[in-house]
């Protein structure tokens, strides 16, 4: 029977090294000294960010498990990266492990991150280690590079700008309330299983856009972008008030998966509220001035990504008011999880 063996700093860093550490041809050392050193690539600007996760606050044990807390800690992070159309490249992770974990523990969690990582190329190349008295924290940096002077930034979108998001809205949200609030679980019976996996996938293992992005940037396609983490309310408004702009989005052309409406139909939700409101579904909201969207749809296409149109930026004095199907035209509210009292207190903010 395998011996579950205490944690050893150096011997847990040896082990992170030998199975997570890379070395790619920007690498001059990687993980194993003082610090890392990384040749930039000529013409280029770095950009950079950072998450800070802990136990209790960001994510729960109880639901996800910590292969699931690595995956989507390192698709917060290049889905920053992707929002800003650069190149995902690397990564340092800070770990404050409780007394109880094992080797084996890290070992889960660096999987789930790593496997989010890898395919989009994103190499391990440092961090930091350290014992938690109360629950487990977790920090990563992804670092990333782009042409100079290519970066989108949020401030970039004008009045007669198209709004568009990649993939569909307010799975992640329904994924976490099929977890965690038991009214919402009965509901879920009335659902499918593939249904129900559909939304637990799409809140635990959510995908970064930094394909998408990067063409977005380099096609110079977009005005202005951000990922969807707090949800489509909340990060218009972002980005509305960052180029100093206002929106019109139609309800009735916002992106829903078919799970997402049994879903709500089942819950008794109304499913546009969870396309709202919902969070972390970490897709792109970006704006495109209308002389670029026939060669946005064709980069789309060549992609296989699922864009849609929801609506336009309007002058400043339009506000961010949202088209009903009804047709009628209401100020969109900065949404705040009402709907999921419940669930709003399990939720993870990042
Ligand atoms: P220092 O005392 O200089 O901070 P450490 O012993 O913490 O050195 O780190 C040694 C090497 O191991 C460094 O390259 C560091 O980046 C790496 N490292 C430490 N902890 C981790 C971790 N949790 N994940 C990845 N690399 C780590
Ligand atoms: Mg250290």
Redesign the pocket.
């Known amino acids: 029977m395998a011996r579950q063996t205490r944690l050893h700093?150096?011997r847990?860093?040896e082990q992170?090294?030998r199975t997570?550490?890379r070395t790619g041809p920007g690498v001059v050392?990687?993980?194993?000294?003082?610090?890392?050193v990384i040749t930039p690539a000529r013409g280029r600007q770095l950009v950079l960010t950072t998450d800070l996760l802990a136990e209790g606050v960001h994510f729960d044990l109880r639901t996800a498990s910590l292969e699931d807390i690595g995956y989507k800690a390192a698709v917060a992070n290049i889905s920053d990266i992707a929002a800003m159309g650069a190149r995902p490249e690397y990564a340092?992770?800070?770990?404050a492990l409780p007394v109880s974990y094992t080797a084996q523990h890290?070992l889960r969690l660096?999987r789930g991150m790593m496997g989010a990582c890898r395919p989009h190329g994103v190499t391990?190349?440092?961090?930091?280690?350290s014992a938690s008295r109360r629950g487990l924290f977790l920090s990563l940096t992804v670092t990333g590079s782009i042409p100079a002077g290519t970066a989108l930034m949020r401030t970039g979108a004008r009045a007669g700008d198209l709004l568009y998001v990649t993939g569909t809205l307010g799975d992640a949200l329904a994924g976490l309330a099929l977890l965690s609030g038991s009214r919402r679980r009965r509901a879920a019976r009335s659902l499918t299983s593939s249904e129900r996996q559909f939304l637990i996938i799409r809140h635990h293992r959510p995908a970064a856009q930094a394909r998408l992005g990067q063409a977005l940037s380099a096609h110079r396609l977009a005005s202005a972008a951000i990922d969807l983490s707090d949800g489509l309310s909340g990060d218009l408004h972002h980005l509305c008030e960052q180029s100093r702009v206002g929106a019109e989005i139609d309800a009735a052309s916002l992106p829903l998966s078919p799970a997402l409406r049994a879903y709500a139909r089942s819950s008794d939700t109304d499913p546009l509220a969870l396309a709202l409101q919902g969070g972390e579904d970490y897709e792109l909201l970006f704006t495109v001035p209308q002389t670029k969207q026939r060669a946005l749809h064709r980069v789309a296409r060549h992609q296989g990504r699922q864009l849609t149109c929801i609506g336009m930026i309007r002058p400043p004095s339009f506000g961010v008011r949202v088209r009903e199907t009804s047709g009628r035209v209401r100020r969109l509210p900065v949404t705040s999880y009402v709907h999921f009292r419940d669930v709003a207190s399990e939720r993870s903010p990042w």
């Open positions: 700093e150096f847990l860093i992170l090294r997570f550490g050392r990687g993980i194993g000294d003082d610090a890392a340092l992770v800070s770990i890290v660096y391990l190349i440092g961090g930091d280690t």
